[in-house]
């Protein structure tokens, strides 16, 4: 069982990375915003043929 | 019998149905319903970005109406000056006319239209727009930009908004990290419980002491603050007794671990406590109405250009420049701005605002005119008897600005029930301790006392009552319906009379062909062609109505045309002579008595007969006949007293509970005098009337101030809401008062077991989440049968009927 002091910084150190991962999510703003994202994800971006058929042509 | 309406004429723009015929601004094949929305259909089109409409009509959603006023944005480079000194400034607006994924598209793809314009992006939880732009262009000149396209920019209150957003984000953060700490803790509690012993036993309580260090000094803030604040007002409120628990039972753990090395620790139920709270709680609002919410409403035309006439000569003057006694001149489709005596020969006015009709009346030479009106006719010429800040409506906006800030918070059940619980249990506990103490020593007497306030913890009353928003908030939501707080709720349950406004609200709102007989093709046509020639309000909503059903290409030739003052019109056609007017006695239909009756003579003979109207909602009769059962019904209207009187008796309402003529100001008064009203409306008539009921409910397309007087708001105007509404209502209030039975009864138990001395770390971790767990399943459950019940009396009906 003296795996345990082993494994038990461990989990306590990645939980407390993952808490401050959160941290910074939240104050750099990512939850601040929870409807556009969602929807802008689903505007086609503008391709005129031309770029599409060099695309093709690749 | 009414007529079949053909799809309406629809602007290509905005895509509402184009209702007046002079409206159309004919452009290839496009139509328009004003010049603004050409204007921006022409911007858009010459800058390839038609695929607006595409995005926009996957959605099926309208656009606003453009309105082209002259606004002056100058304003808005002082506020921003500091920011603009940078090279690339990056700002933050309100932007008002975001409605739909179109508009997030539009404003998002703006810097290709828009010179100086780098980057735009959308919040549109916060309908907010943030851009970044060259210092070359001033904020004003990028704000018209925007406001040719149909939105208006305004300055944001920066300290307020950024407040918010620190509030937002403390919250969600506050929820995260109890939720990560209560996780941790709750796997050593178990593995204490499973029975870790000797150096892990020890190891795991320290670890759990460490995790719950940020829940008691970090996340709980809110619990200590709000109750705080509550004391400062000598009020106690049930985030006193879970601070209290908290911190107690936080520091005799600690004591307990360190100091007597003892089991007796509640790292575990404390951060469970917490966590459980918070979330209900952010949940809570969440689904409460933001835009019931919004501090914010704009009346101000201050700035708007106007302009005036002084011996013949035009001057243009901003509007907070004029004073009394200046004569001004107003176009067609324009809002008046002052309240005055009208200066020119006879006008048509939509006074919608004053008495929430919207077909245009008319108005004589030397008669009053108040702002807010809308002119129907080509221009009007008033001399302006009050200043623009003491215009009617202004007061009236002032008034409800001032309403909506103060209105009074009901104390909800849970807070009026926990300070009785309070009271209750700090006797006891002193009582307890006294007891304890005689019989054994200074140490048990103080362990004992301090396990009953923490069992006693009102863990389970404290989400009771969330809990049960929460998913009241969440039903109405699927319906559309929009609550403005939590409070709204609880008080809707102790509604007993109800106000209703007639125009909008119990009847469709439009002057609609209700009735004609016969159905011929040619006598229409005839009706049609007349009826061109008149400017009067009635003739121009039969016209739009006959329209539907008509071939507008032929074309029929009249003779001799001529207007009979307030009878109606005449003219030869095919040398039969054609009256369309006013009906002789013997022909008016007895059946549509109160309705306006238009009858088309050919050489005298009545040959057709048209009637028109405003008919009631669908779901209108139903709906009053439901709730007249449990509530006072009035109708309270600023039409005329026998179309009130008439829909009254329609809906079996009866006489003496209508009001007709109502001002704005009648409204309110009225609604003041009522018992625990609710009112249901839609104009800015009614908004004082919203703002002075226990439940202002706004429905449809409703004005802003008036969604800022009321608590609920019916994008979709359907009236079933109400009795729905007021169901849902009722069943959260019992399901409240269930829960807090439930949360109670468990706090007794745990009472008991604590003075009994049984009470142990375990039992309490057993307990709290037992409780809480109930009062979640309660809540889930609800009251079907209540729901039931009233659907079951509701069918009932239906089959007799």
């Not at chain 2, 328009?32 to 695929?51: A, R």
């Amino acid at each position: 069982m003296e795996i345990m002091f082993f494994l038990l910084p461990i989990a306590i150190i990645l939980g407390a990375s993952f808490v401050f991962f959160f941290i910074w999510a939240t104050r750099s703003g990512q939850y601040d915003d929870l409807d556009s994202p969602a929807k802008r994800i689903l505007f086609e971006e503008n391709i005129s043929m031309k770029d599409y058929r060099k695309g093709q042509k690749k | 019998m009414t007529a079949n309406p053909k799809p309406t004429l629809r602007c290509t723009h905005c895509h509402q149905s184009i209702l007046n015929e002079i409206e159309i601004i004919k452009d290839d094949k496009l139509i328009f319903c004003c010049h603004g929305c050409e204007t921006v259909y022409h911007i858009l089109n010459s800058n390839n970005l038609n695929q607006f409409y595409d995005i926009r009509n996957s959605e099926l959603r309208v656009s606003p109406r453009v309105n082209q006023s002259e606004r002056d944005f100058s304003s808005l480079d002082s506020i921003y000056q500091k920011a603009q000194a940078q090279n690339k400034c990056h700002i933050e607006l309100k932007v008002e006319g975001i409605h739909c994924m179109a508009c997030l598209w539009l404003l998002e793809k703006s810097p290709e239209i828009i010179d100086g314009l780098d980057l735009a992006r959308i919040n549109l939880e916060k309908e907010t727009i943030h851009l970044c732009l060259d210092n070359s262009k001033k904020v004003s000149h990028i704000a018209e930009e925007f406001s040719k396209l149909g939105y208006t920019l305004r300055a944001i209150d920066t300290d307020n908004y950024k407040r918010g957003n620190g509030s937002n984000r403390s919250e969600i953060l506050r929820i995260g990290i109890a939720g990560a700490a209560l996780g941790n803790i709750m796997i050593y509690a178990v593995s204490n419980y499973a029975g870790a012993d000797g150096h892990y036993l020890k190891l795991f309580n320290y670890i759990s002491l460490i995790l719950s260090i940020p829940i008691v000094f970090y996340c709980s803030t809110p619990f200590y603050r709000s109750s705080i604040n509550a004391l400062r007002l000598k009020r106690l409120s049930i985030d006193l007794p879970l601070s209290i628990a908290i911190v107690l039972g936080f520091f005799l753990s600690l004591y307990n671990q360190i100091i007597m090395a003892s089991e007796h620790l509640y790292y575990d139920s404390i951060s469970a406590l917490v966590f459980l709270i918070l979330l209900s709680r952010y949940l809570v609002r969440v689904f409460t109405s933001k835009a019931l919410n919004s501090d914010y409403t704009d009346f101000d035309k201050s700035h708007q250009i106007v302009t005036t006439l002084k011996d013949g000569l035009i001057i243009k003057k901003k509007a907070m420049d004029i004073t009394k006694g200046e004569q001004v001149k107003q176009l067609k489709g324009e809002t008046l701005l002052f309240d005055g005596i009208l200066n020119s020969q006879l006008i048509q006015l939509d006074k919608s605002v004053i008495t929430g009709e919207s077909i245009p009346i008319e108005s004589k030479r030397g008669e009053e005119v108040y702002a807010g009106s809308i002119l129907k006719s080509e221009s009007i010429e008033y001399i302006v008897n009050k200043e623009i800040h003491d215009s009617r409506l202004s007061t009236l906006v002032k008034e409800i600005n001032l309403l909506s800030n103060s209105k009074t918070k009901t104390v909800l059940l849970a807070d009026k029930i926990s300070q009785y619980f309070i009271y209750a249990v700090l006797t006891l506990t002193i009582f307890i301790f006294m007891y304890t103490y005689n019989m054994h020593n200074l140490q048990v007497a103080l362990n004992t006392a301090l396990a009953i306030i923490i069992v006693s913890c009102p863990c389970a009353l404290a989400l009771a009552t969330p809990l049960a928003f929460v998913r009241s908030l969440k039903k109405l939501q699927q319906r559309d319906i929009f609550i403005k707080n939590e409070d709204t709720l609880e008080k809707c349950s102790s509604i007993k009379s109800i106000i209703l406004d007639k125009t909008g609200t119990l009847t469709k709102g439009k002057f609609e062909l209700i009735y004609q007989s016969p159905h011929d093709k040619f006598y229409d046509q005839v009706c049609y062609e007349l009826e061109r020639q008149s400017a009067h309000p009635i003739a121009r909503s039969l016209r739009s109505e006959l329209k539907k059903n008509l071939d507008i290409s032929s074309t029929i030739t009249l003779q001799n045309f001529k207007e009979v003052k307030s009878k109606g019109v005449s003219a030869y056609i095919e040398n039969h002579y054609y009256f369309l007017g006013v009906l002789k006695n013997e022909d008016i239909n007895q059946e549509y008595q109160e309705y306006t009756q238009i009858g088309l003579y050919k050489d005298h003979q009545l040959v057709s007969l048209y009637v028109l109207g405003d008919q009631i909602k669908d779901q209108a009769p139903e709906l009053i006949s439901e709730l007249k059962e449990d509530y006072n019904i009035f109708i309270s209207s600023g039409d005329r007293e026998e179309v009130v009187k008439s829909i009254a008796k329609k809906l079996s309402i009866n006489k003496e509970n209508t009001y007709s003529h109502q001002s704005p100001e009648d409204k309110s008064a009225f609604v003041k005098t009522r018992e625990n009203p609710l009112m249901i409306g839609d104009g800015i008539n009614d908004s004082l009337a919203l703002g002075n009921a226990d439940i202002g409910v706004c429905i449809g397309g409703a004005v802003d101030i008036a969604l800022k007087a009321s608590d609920v708001y019916l994008p979709k105007a359907r009236l079933d809401s109400i009795s729905y509404l007021l169901l849902i209502s009722k069943e959260t209030k019992s399901v409240i008062k269930r829960n807090i039975i439930f949360s109670l009864s468990y706090n007794l138990i745990g009472i008991t077991l604590a003075i009994t001395g049984f009470i142990t770390p375990l039992y309490a971790a057993i307990l709290m989440p037992l409780s809480s767990l109930s009062v979640i399943a309660s809540t889930i459950i609800g009251s079907p049968w209540l729901v039931k019940q009233k659907i079951l009396k509701a069918s009932d009906k239906g089959e007799i009927s």
